[in-house]
């Protein structure tokens, strides 16, 4: 968690300045430290990654670090999948995509996340997300710019036309 931090530029970074001692159920599983402005999280299996900000805010709203979709396993970055500077960070299971439209982060995961980085992410018809996904008897949902993905019994199903 350190050396994350004395990578990321210490106080000067996004993080600013540390707000806890490190903590968690231990480095067989894995161990964090908040900062000012996010946390870091390592493991083993994920390697040390910072969540900072909006992000930070997004993945606590889904249930954080004890939530479902587990550890960080990548920094925030862009990608020509995320265009006009779109960011997405992603998770065990699952990913927070920061919309440059509406300025605000939301959770994808499973089938839905999935299926929307096999067709381009925010460059296909879709765009960006515009709400977390959610998920009510059985089907999960995610509403984005131009449309929907959604998810049941039978299947996945894109309609986006944008």
């Not at 390592?42 to 004890?66: K, L, N, P, Q, Y």
């Not at 587990?70 to 995320?82: E, F, H, Q, V």
């Not at 997405?88 to 605000?104: E, M």
Request: aromatic share 8%; charged share 20%; net charge negative.
């Amino acid at each position: 968690v350190l050396d994350a931090y004395d990578a990321a530029g210490r106080e000067r970074s996004a993080l600013g300045m540390p707000a806890s001692d490190v903590w968690g159920p231990g480095p067989d599983t894995y161990l964090g430290a908040d900062y000012a402005h996010g946390e870091i999280l390592s493991s083993r299996d994920t390697g040390a990654h910072a969540v900072v900000r909006r992000f930070a805010r997004a993945f606590e709203r889904v249930g954080g670090v004890a939530g479902p979709r587990g550890l960080p396993t990548s920094g925030r970055s862009g990608g020509p999948d995320l265009p006009e500077g779109g960011k997405a960070q992603a998770f065990r299971h699952g990913t927070v995509y920061l919309n440059p439209h509406d300025d605000a982060v939301h959770v994808l995961w499973g089938r839905i996340d999935a299926r929307y980085a096999r067709i381009g992410r925010a460059s296909s018809a879709c765009g960006y997300p515009v709400a977390d996904e959610s998920e009510h008897d059985g089907v999960q949902s995610a509403t984005f710019e131009h449309g929907t993905i959604v998810h049941d019994a039978t299947g996945t199903t894109v309609s986006c036309s944008g």
